[in-house]
């Protein structure tokens, strides 16, 4: 199995908690430790072929940002479920929200 550049399947930053256990079924976060990822071990990996972040701020906290993790995307946070098949499993993902 492919592994990405921080492990094995998806990274969550525990900012992003809340959206990620809302209704994706039995295995949630609240059943397992959520890693966290430092600015410096993040740095590395940004906008690599196997590694996407996601930038789930909500409404006028993103728009109205003059800060942006270079090659993140915006996933709306209330929309987990129609986003969150997209990505491929092996790939690490990193949410943020702050």
């Known amino acids: 199995m492919h592994k990405g ?3 094995s ?3 969550l930053a525990a900012a992003a908690l809340v959206f990620l256990t ?3 079924g039995a ?3 609240q059943d397992k430790e959520v ?3 430092t600015k410096e071990e993040l740095k590395p ?3 690599s072929s196997n590694s996407t972040v996601i930038d789930v701020r909500a409404g006028e906290s993103w728009t109205e940002s003059d800060r942006k993790i ?3 995307v915006r996933e709306d946070p209330g929309a987990v ?3 969150a098949q997209k990505y491929p499993q092996y790939w690490d993902l990193v949410l943020y929200c702050a």
């Open 5 to 7: 550049k921080f492990g």
């Open 9 to 11: 399947g998806w990274i």
């Open 22 to 24: 809302a209704g994706l």
């Open 27 to 29: 295995d949630t976060a």
């Open 35 to 37: 890693p966290l990822i």
């Open 45 to 47: 990996g940004l906008c």
């Open 70 to 72: 270079k090659c993140a």
């Open 81 to 83: 479920e129609s986003w």
